[in-house]
């Protein structure tokens, strides 16, 4: 089962690798004589030269502001410079954050906003200085002043000498006829020097050039990528605030997830046993009028009454089954699905590997998927036959459901997939599904192992 996953995901990730291998495909250079006139590349280098003015802006601001406030400190005037100090540093970071999103197309979240108890001066100077995101943004403005004057120095000596030698079959004339020497001077003493003259000589600088300018893109690449992780980083919310907003995300899916399931079992309630117990009960009594005047009837009646019960208590059942089958309890996983694949519309081969049962609330959220799939399978893939693995990675639950029927689901479209994909989400699990429009379809449900 374990290479089953693995060539499930290796499928998933197909796609993608094929269609990327389609696109260079596309282009006759290769890529590194492509680089050096793509736009990405011309936007990155554009990065690394806005990088210097802004770095020494933000630089200076900062410890000039940071200085002059500790300087007073000694003085009540220290905590507002302080806290001016602090946002502007906030006000330059959105600034960066804008000429990431730009140039490099690196999308940072906004960081979390300042919480302030109260409104006035002293409530806004203290949220700024205990919020930790203002002293993130402080350090990104004194960090990023000495690495954008190395990247700055970096970039444009790479790029200025790499073309400058590449094409310096087209200029070298300027030094005979304007300098006053043969060509670009490579070496020179008191006793002799070379020049760049001869063809050979300039075909193998314009080659240096070439390997130069070619290796340029790829390094101003590397150099933005160092920028891409300190906005990353310091610029955005932070790991904590980020956990929060998931988790704020993911409790209003189980609210709304438990009064959908409360809604429906009050509607199957109501429609169902309430209304049969409702007519059982005037059955009854009619039975219990006739009684004394017609025996017969009252028995033909107390029969009938007595089915309706036997299919109210059917109902039941299958009410308690939805919400929580005994089976799963008593029994464990392996044998829920079992019965759960019983009732499939079509053959399902079912083997679970676990050595040991993991949380009830974890078994219950894997029974449920798989028998959300299995239905799946009854209406819509017009299958012939299904699959239902399940075991352990490490501290995560794996399952799988596939089928060899006319695929084509898809978990964005809104349909039973996508609140699946929710449910999942609100406890760390994930859903991958990999159903091509001819099928077959392959399902992979990965969920947190808790014993």
Same mark, same amino acid.
């Given at each position: 089962?374990?290479?089953?996953?693995?060539?499930?995901?290796?499928?998933?990730?197909?796609?993608?690798? #094929?269609?990327?291998?389609?696109?260079?495909?596309?282009?006759?250079?290769?890529?590194?004589?492509?680089?050096?006139?793509?736009?990405?590349?011309?936007?990155?280098?554009?990065?690394?030269?806005?990088?210097?003015?802004?770095?020494?802006?933000?630089?200076?601001?900062?410890?000039?502001?940071?200085?002059?406030?500790?300087?007073?400190?000694?003085?009540?005037?220290?905590?507002?410079?302080?806290?001016?100090?602090?946002?502007?540093?906030?006000?330059?970071?959105?600034?960066?954050?804008?000429?990431?999103?730009?140039?490099?197309?690196?999308?940072?979240?906004?960081?979390?906003?300042?919480?302030?108890?109260?409104?006035?001066?002293? &409530?806004?100077?203290?949220?700024?200085?205990?919020?930790?995101?203002?002293?993130?943004?402080?350090?990104?403005?004194?960090?990023?002043?000495?690495?954008?004057?190395?990247?700055?120095?970096?970039?444009?000596?790479?790029?200025?000498?790499?073309?400058?030698?590449?094409?310096?079959?087209?200029?070298?004339?300027?030094?005979?006829?304007?300098?006053?020497? #043969?060509?670009?001077?490579?070496?020179?003493?008191?006793?002799?020097?070379?020049?760049?003259?001869?063809?050979?000589?300039?075909?193998?600088?314009?080659?240096?050039?070439?390997?130069?300018?070619?290796?340029?893109?790829?390094?101003?690449?590397?150099?933005?990528?160092? #920028?891409?992780?300190?906005?990353?980083?310091?610029?955005?919310?932070?790991?904590?605030?980020?956990?929060?907003?998931?988790?704020?995300?993911?409790?209003?899916?189980?609210?709304?997830?438990?009064?959908?399931?409360?809604?429906?079992?009050?509607?199957?309630?109501?429609?169902?046993?309430?209304?049969?117990?409702? &007519?059982?009960?005037?059955?009854?009594?009619?039975?219990?009028?006739?009684?004394?005047?017609?025996?017969?009837?009252?028995?033909?009646?107390?029969?009938?009454?007595?089915?309706?019960?036997?299919?109210?208590?059917?109902?039941?059942?299958?009410?308690?089954?939805?919400?929580?089958?005994?089976?799963?309890?008593?029994?464990?996983?392996?044998?829920?699905?079992?019965?759960?694949?019983?009732?499939?519309?079509?053959?399902?081969?079912?083997?679970?590997?676990?050595?040991?049962?993991?949380?009830?609330?974890?078994?219950?959220? &894997?029974?449920?998927?798989?028998?959300?799939?299995?239905?799946?399978?009854?209406?819509?893939?017009?299958?012939?036959?299904?699959?239902? #693995?399940?075991?352990?990675?490490?501290?995560?639950?794996?399952?799988?459901?596939?089928?060899?029927?006319?695929?084509?689901?898809?978990?964005?479209?809104?349909?039973?997939?996508?609140?699946?994909?929710?449910?999942?989400?609100?406890?760390?699990?994930?859903?991958?599904?990999?159903?091509?429009?001819?099928?077959?379809?392959?399902?992979?449900?990965?969920?947190?192992?808790?014993?």
């Amino acid at each position: 089962m374990a290479t089953e996953y693995g060539h499930g995901y290796g499928h998933r990730g197909g796609p993608r690798f #094929d269609e990327a291998g389609a696109g260079e495909a596309r282009h006759r250079l290769p890529a590194p004589l492509r680089a050096p006139f793509e736009a990405r590349t011309w936007r990155e280098f554009g990065y690394v030269l806005l990088g210097l003015p802004l770095g020494i802006l933000m630089f200076t601001f900062a410890v000039t502001m940071v200085s002059l406030g500790a300087g007073l400190l000694i003085t009540f005037l220290g905590v507002p410079v302080l806290a001016a100090a602090l946002a502007g540093c906030r006000g330059l970071g959105s600034l960066e954050r804008a000429r990431a999103r730009g140039l490099l197309g690196v999308e940072v979240a906004e960081p979390e906003p300042l919480r302030m108890k109260r409104h006035g001066a002293m &409530a806004w100077m203290g949220a700024v200085l205990k919020s930790g995101t203002s002293w993130r943004h402080l350090l990104y403005a004194v960090v990023q002043f000495p690495w954008s004057v190395f990247s700055f120095v970096v970039a444009v000596n790479f790029w200025a000498y790499g073309w400058a030698l590449l094409t310096y079959p087209l200029w070298f004339w300027v030094f005979p006829m304007y300098g006053g020497q #043969d060509g670009l001077q490579l070496y020179g003493d008191s006793t002799h020097s070379i020049y760049l003259d001869n063809p050979f000589e300039i075909t193998v600088t314009a080659l240096v050039g070439l390997l130069f300018t070619m290796a340029t893109p790829w390094i101003v690449r590397a150099l933005t990528t160092v #920028d891409r992780a300190m906005v990353r980083g310091l610029l955005g919310p932070s790991r904590l605030a980020t956990r929060v907003v998931e988790l704020e995300s993911d409790r209003g899916v189980v609210v709304d997830t438990a009064a959908a399931d409360l809604r429906r079992i009050e509607r199957d309630l109501h429609d169902g046993a309430q209304a049969r117990l409702v &007519a059982l009960a005037m059955d009854l009594g009619l039975a219990k009028e006739k009684l004394a005047e017609d025996p017969e009837a009252a028995a033909r009646m107390v029969d009938e009454a007595h089915g309706e019960v036997k299919t109210a208590l059917q109902e039941l059942r299958d009410l308690a089954r939805g919400i929580h089958p005994a089976v799963l309890t008593d029994r464990g996983l392996d044998a829920a699905l079992s019965a759960v694949a019983s009732r499939c519309t079509v053959p399902v081969r079912v083997e679970a590997d676990l050595a040991a049962r993991p949380a009830p609330a974890i078994e219950g959220i &894997a029974y449920f998927t798989v028998s959300e799939l299995l239905q799946n399978i009854s209406k819509h893939s017009r299958a012939t036959r299904a699959t239902v #693995d399940v075991w352990r990675v490490e501290n995560r639950l794996m399952i799988q459901v596939g089928d060899d029927g006319v695929g084509g689901a898809d978990v964005t479209e809104g349909s039973g997939l996508a609140g699946l994909a929710e449910r999942l989400d609100a406890v760390d699990g994930i859903l991958v599904v990999d159903s091509p429009p001819a099928g077959p379809t392959r399902i992979t449900a990965e969920l947190p192992w808790r014993g």
